[in-house]
Structure formats: C-alpha cells, structure tokens
C-alpha cells in the first residue's frame, strides 16, 4: 500500500479497504521489460472483491513473467477528501505505486451508475480525462464489461474498449503493449495496432453523426477500420484457466466466499434482459474440472462457502449431481453450498433442500410480472402454477420466508398487471398458512424494480415510464400490499430514469457526466449518495433532456449509438422478438426446443455446450 495513507487510517471508516498484504495477494516486482496494468473497479473495495471477472483477470495477468496485475477501487469519500486535502494521488493496492505510473489502467462497466466513479478516480489519479488530453507517457485506459456493448456515453474518456470475454484477448493485448514499450511506440501507432484485435474497439477512431439532434450513425476515420465490432467469445469453458488462488481480505466484503462459474450464457430469452442476449451462447463447465477448481480454492483460502455462479445457476444440466457431490465432500468441514439463482419450478426446492438441510434460510423467486399475459410478453416462461407448486413445495419443506422480485413498467403493462402482483404476493403468504410446517410465521417480501430498457434486447425500442407514472405504480402497490405477513420493497426511480439515460445514450452525453462529476455527483448507486438535482443541472447545462434518451420510444429502423458495437444477436431477432412480444407470444429456449435464430452460433462460430446428463440428472 502506499506509505502515505497510513496516517490517514485511523480517521476513515473500514481502513482495512486500504491497508493491502491479503492472503494470496500478489506482489511481484516492477522491471522495466514487464508489462504493468492496474485493475480498477469503480466502486469501494467491498463490493469490488466480490466481483469473479476480477479475480480471473488478476490471476491471468499475474501468471505472465512478462506482466503484473494491481488492484484499485475507488476509495470512500472519507479517504478522497484527505487525499485531496494532501496532495495524495490514486495509487495501487499491491505496490502504492501511483496509478498514473501503469502502462495500462482497466476499468470494468457492471451498470450505468458506476459512471461517474470512472471519472472521478481518473481525476484521483491525475490522469486526463479524455483520451485526446493524454500524453505519451499517461496510461491507456481501458474498459470491459457488460456496459461496453453501449460504451458511447464513455467514448471520449476511454482509449480502447474489449467487448466479450477477457480471457484471450487480454493476452493479445498484453502482447500489444510489450512490444509497443519496447520499441517506443507512439500512442496512437499503438491504439492502431490494438484496434486490428477482434473485440476492441477504439472510439476515437470513430466520429458520430448526428441530423437535426438525432444520431445518426458512426464513420469510421480509417478505411480497414470494421463497421461493427464483434464480441470475444470462448468455445470452450474447460479451455481457460481459472484462479487457483483468490485473495482473501481482512475485513467484511460482499459476497465473501469460494466462487466457480458453472456456466456462461442464458438462452430462456427473458426480452427485458440484457445478459441474457449478450453472453449468448451457453456454455458449461465439465462437473469434474469444476470440482477441482473447489478444491484448490477452498485449500488455498479457507473459505466456509461455495458459491456456484452463473445467470441461471439452476439450468446447469448436472446440477443435482454437482451439488451432492459437493456437500458429501465438504460436509465433515463444515463447508456450505449456495447457489445465486435459481429457476421457478418444483426442482428448484429440491436443490434447495439438499443445501440448506440444517439451516432454512430464505428462497427467492422472481415471477418478475403479476399475471401470465405480461410474462408471455417478456418470455418469462413460469406460470402461475409453477408458482403455486414450488412456493407450496417450499413451505412443506420447512422454508417460512419466501421473497419475490417484481418488475413494474414493462411494456403493455396494465392495472391489472399490477393488481395481479399483490393477488399473487397474498397467495403466497396464504399458501404460507396453508402449508407450513415451520412453527414460524410465514414471511413474503416483494421487492419491485422499474423496467429499464437495455440495449440488444428487444425491448430496446421502447421507453421507459415517466418518473410520475412509476411512483403511482409503486404508491398503488403499496397500498394493496399493506398486511402484517408482507414487506415491500422498491428502487428508487431516479436510479433507474439515469440508469435507462446512460443505457441508451450517446457521446453527446459525456459533457452531461463532467458536469455532474465537477458538480460533486459519485456512487450514484448507493441510494444516500445520489444527487439528482444536480444530475438535472448537468443535463440543461449540456442543453440535453434526459427524458429524451430514457423515455422516447424509438422506431426499429433508425440508428442506435450501439449498433457498431456486437454481441452476435441479429437485429432482426430482437425486432422479431419486439413484435411477439406485443403479441403475447413466447418464444422457447433453444436448449431444449428448436433454434430460434438469434443469430449467435452463426456469426460468432460458437455453440451452445452443455455437458452430458450423468446418472440422476
């Protein structure tokens, strides 16, 4: 860590976010033929640990001779204002080396509110913003992520971006850089030859077009540049290596535990999300690699628990076997299993019961609509009865506390839609009385979220709810779900009007979140922290509505600012998938039913691989 911040530890809270030496951290040594590259996630250490994509990475670069891996997060405010205050920089976990001294600085995208923390720990560091500010000897920095596929509210604050999976292309752009500093390379010689990669985009080698204030579309300013930019895609799971080690902190974090990605991908089709369109196709991991990579990982950091990880955790074809597998082998060790996601049907109480057999914690389901005509309309492939079967299947099991996570806003959404919310929400906790055999009171939490429209989904086209209409949908909600045996809760809808804002925007939209920074607007996602006057302020001062990037609803024919940038689903799939939609009319998954034609095994040569069915399954 840096010597200079250990005066400040004992006037900030959790000064353990700064201190460094974790277990399994890594400290290798600087040399001039090595290649230097600072991970930086844009929020505090607490939340930034738990992140998986991290931990790979830092794990991959790190096993490189020829490369060092650091880790950066954003610190509190606390720490900024004594930083500031003396003339302090940004600097690296591992080393306390300033993060301007890197060769190469990577953030990653995970939502939309994270924005402003970019910036503001570029300012920490001493970094210029913009790409065009920066000089020979600044870093490059650079962005992954699930927001890269609409990087352009970014563009001019980013010298290149990688959209898809790290695991390959952070090699070849490692290479890149060595032999860029060996030879001197200028900058810009270098950002060409990185923009030859499959799945970078550089974006000042783009201009936008824009007619009458409407985007028009981007022009390439060199003639071997692509059109679209292709996502990075692995074939094969199996054939990437995965941390043996990861660093285990000295004080609390989100999701402190042993975490292994079982699969990658979803293709259930849900229209409202965006993960599910671009992490396309699906791919498994071999159950006996998986059971290796615990293992190692409970070995080397004597974690109590094992996270298995995915979208749909639960479509895993050899879950069950996995999962027992895994508990008779730790179960003397006092090692437990969780899963963060499971599917909505009986199935789902069974797994759940070989897990938590001693202890009965809470289930969560996500119908994510109250009746069957708005879960035709997103793809939501439950129904009511599926509900029915496994919330009643839960509480026979010994569960009493079961939560449910709704959606408000979706398209074609009705009074009816949310008065089907509050019925089903009161016929769980009937259910609940019903069939409990729980001496504890049945519990039904509902947590309400507002539709967010993301690009590559097919709900792109369609703009969000005005902040009035949303907050009388959940002041409606609420009152028809007021009842001892219920709790409701709901996001704040200014987070999700700046979050379908920056979703869906543009360049122009950079100069909005300058002014917010400057005005004092960071952790925009921490809901005390949040200062939307200010972000309005922003807004006119740039002269740009954002009621306009949120809540128009735009013509399928018409140039979006993210149509350059691929996750290999074809427009016309997502257009097709709009007008079912309107329709009422779902569409299977491809993993078990006909190919829907997405698009995604075509244009990226990459198939759906799931594992074969063992003996159980």
């Not at 509190?76 to 600097?91: A, H, S």
């Not at 609390?252 to 699969?263: G, K, S, Y």
């Not at 009865?385 to 709704?406: C, M, N, P, S, T």
């Not at 409990?436 to 690009?455: G, H, I, L, Q």
Request: charge should be negative; charged fraction near 30%.
């Amino acid at each position: 860590m840096d010597k200079r911040l250990v005066p400040l530890l004992p006037l900030v809270t959790k000064p353990a976010r700064y201190t460094n030496s974790e277990v399994n951290a890594q400290h290798k040594e600087w040399t001039e033929d090595r290649v230097t590259m600072a991970l930086a996630f844009p929020d505090i250490y607490d939340v930034g640990m738990a992140h998986l994509g991290f931990k790979i990475l830092y794990a991959l670069i790190n096993s490189r001779p020829d490369a060092l891996a650091e880790r950066v997060y954003a610190p509190w405010v606390d720490m900024q204002q004594l930083m500031i205050e003396r003339g302090i920089p940004l600097t690296a976990l591992e080393s306390g080396r300033d993060v301007a001294d890197f060769d190469l600085v990577g953030f990653t995208l995970q939502h939309e509110l994270s924005y402003t923390n970019i910036l503001k720990m570029l300012d920490l560091a001493g970094i210029p913003r913009r790409t065009q500010d920066r000089r020979e000897g600044d870093p490059l920095v650079l962005a992954g992520g699930p927001c890269a596929f609409n990087v352009e509210p970014l563009a001019d604050f980013f010298d290149f971006v990688v959209l898809g999976e790290g695991e390959e292309v952070i090699q070849e752009i490692l290479d890149v850089v060595k032999a860029a500093k060996q030879s001197r390379t200028p900058r810009q010689e270098t950002l060409r030859e990185l923009a030859r990669l499959k799945g970078v985009y550089v974006p000042s080698f783009y201009r936008p077009v824009y007619d009458s204030g409407r985007f028009q579309g981007l022009e390439p300013l060199y003639p071997d540049l692509p059109a679209r930019i292709e996502k990075r895609v692995a074939r094969d799971l199996g054939s990437l290596p995965f941390p043996e080690e990861f660093v285990v902190p000295y004080t609390e974090v989100i999701h402190d535990r042993v975490m292994v990605e079982i699969l990658r991908g979803c293709t259930r089709g849900c229209r409202f999300c965006q993960a599910g369109m671009i992490y396309r196709p699906v791919r498994e991991r071999d159950p006996e690699q998986l059971k290796e990579q615990v293992a190692k990982l409970v070995s080397s950091t004597g974690y109590d628990e094992i996270s298995l990880s995915s979208l749909s955790s639960g479509d895993y074809t050899q879950i069950r076997s996995l999962v027992k597998d895994l508990i008779a082998a730790y179960r003397g060790c006092g090692v437990t299993v969780s899963l963060p996601s499971l599917r909505l049907d009986s199935f789902a109480v069974e797994l759940a019961d070989e897990i938590q057999k001693a202890r009965k914690t809470g289930l969560t389901f996500a119908p994510e609509a109250g009746t069957q005509r708005l879960r035709d309309v997103i793809n939501k492939n439950v129904t009511d009865q599926d509900l029915k079967e496994v919330v009643q299947a839960a509480f026979q099991a010994g569960w009493h506390r079961i939560k449910l996570y709704f959606m408000i806003g979706l398209p074609t959404e009705t009074e009816a839609d949310l008065d089907g919310i509050a019925e089903l929400a009161h016929k769980v906790l009937a259910w609940g009385r019903e069939f409990r055999t729980s001496r504890k009171r049945p519990e039904v939490t509902v947590s309400m979220a507002s539709f967010v429209p993301k690009p590559h989904t097919p709900f792109q086209w369609r703009g969000q709810d005005s902040l009035e209409t949303l907050r009388a949908k959940q002041e409606y909600l609420r009152e028809r779900l007021r009842h001892p045996g219920i709790q409701f809760s709901f996001h704040e809808v200014e987070h999700s009007f700046l979050e379908a804002a920056f979703a869906r925007g543009d360049r122009r939209l950079g100069a909005v979140l300058e002014r917010a920074v400057d005005l004092g607007c960071q952790f925009d996602s921490w809901g005390d922290e949040l200062r939307f006057d200010r972000w309005l302020q922003a807004f006119r001062e740039a002269g740009l509505d954002p009621v306009d990037y949120a809540q128009r609803s735009l013509d399928p024919e018409e140039a979006l600012p993210w149509d350059h940038l691929s996750p290999g689903v074809d427009k016309k799939f997502l257009v097709r998938e709009w007008e079912l939609a309107q329709q009422a009319i779902p569409t299977p998954d491809c993993r078990w039913d006909r190919c829907t034609l997405c698009g995604v095994c075509f244009n990226l040569q990459v198939a759906n691989r799931l594992t074969e069915v063992g003996s159980g399954d």
